[in-house]
């Protein structure tokens, strides 16, 4: 049944853009030139050199390349000391040196023809996880799927706005994390947007112990089997969990990003027919970069293997 709806539908979809092809005209229009204006993007994180890619705003029609070999990028940091990235080439740059916790870095990057830009973001410290765990089963969803439950739970530190971002992973795969009735989740109403991780504040938690209990549906199960000839119950292979802290312009251009995502149709990175057929109004993606497009944040993030419990 599902193969021959399956099959109309594909053939009714053939008969709308064969009538569409026929309804095109082509007319010729002399497009204005894009603006001359660079794209810079970079994550800084401890664990990794500093790298940077820079490119440029092109038109539709532009069939040459948008990375930028030709540019100068200065990396500064407090007290007025500067280096200059060196080029990989394709628009790639580096420095052998990794950015420091709690140090704010500007980069400025400049190329012949274009207007420089910058951009400053500071690496956050580690706010390290106290306790984590996850359960299985713990439900089944609609579908009759069972659940597990991941349980984390770390210190907030008082004094200071702080942003978090949460991720779970199981045999190489993303897990999506359902935390609704968290209070803290809940503020921030992303819920509906499937996003492959959770991005918050601690706004409603600022200086004080923080759990997050969500639930998930396994990658990896097994519905048991056999031991010495006795049945076992069901296994699942254990999670990874990653918590980040990340900088506030990390948490500004992940939310304009899962927003985005979702707007234009994907859902993350899946396709759905009937979501590209009530796309919404173009949204607005987050830049620190002065000038320019582009990203320049900053995160720390620890990586735990979950315990059963």
């Not at 204006?37 to 401890?46: A, K, Q, R």
């Not at 765990?133 to 008082?158: H, K, M, Q, Y």
């Not at 993350?268 to 497009?293: A, E, H, I, K």
Request: net charge neutral.
């Amino acid at each position: 049944m599902n193969l021959i709806l399956s099959r109309s539908l594909l053939a009714g979809w053939g008969g709308l853009l064969l009538a569409l092809t026929g309804c095109i005209d082509q007319i010729s229009a002399d497009l204005p030139a894009p603006p001359k204006v660079l794209v810079v993007n970079s994550i800084l994180t401890p664990d990794s050199l500093f790298r940077v890619q820079v490119s440029r705003v092109t038109s539709a029609t532009d069939a040459s390349s948008r990375l930028l070999a030709v540019a100068q990028v200065s990396l500064l940091t407090p007290g007025g000391a500067m280096e200059m990235l060196r080029s990989q080439g394709d628009g790639l740059y580096y420095s052998p040196t990794k950015p420091v916790s709690g140090t704010p870095y500007t980069l400025q990057v400049a190329a012949p023809g274009y207007p420089s830009v910058s951009a400053t973001d500071t690496v956050p410290v580690l706010v390290p996880i106290r306790e984590a765990w996850f359960s299985f089963p713990t439900g089944t969803d609609r579908n009759n799927e069972l659940l597990g439950t991941i349980v984390v739970r770390f210190d907030d530190p008082a004094q200071t706005a702080n942003f978090y971002e949460i991720s779970g992973y199981q045999e190489s795969q993303f897990l999506i994390l359902d935390a609704r009735g968290n209070a803290a989740l809940t503020a921030e109403d992303d819920s509906g947007l499937n996003s492959k991780s959770l991005v918050f504040s601690d706004k409603l938690f600022n200086g004080r112990s923080f759990e997050l209990r969500a639930s998930f549906l396994t990658h990896g199960h097994s519905s048991g089997g056999f031991n010495n000839g006795q049945p076992t119950g069901p296994t699942t292979r254990p999670p990874r969990l990653v918590l980040r802290s990340i900088s506030r312009a990390y948490y500004q251009y992940r939310k304009s990003w899962t927003r985005h995502l979702y707007n234009q149709g994907s859902k993350g990175d899946t396709y759905d027919l009937n979501q590209l057929l009530f796309l919404g109004d173009p949204s607005t993606m987050y830049s620190n970069v002065d000038g320019g497009y582009g990203v320049v944040v900053g995160y720390s993030a620890q990586s735990v293997i979950l315990p059963l419990r």
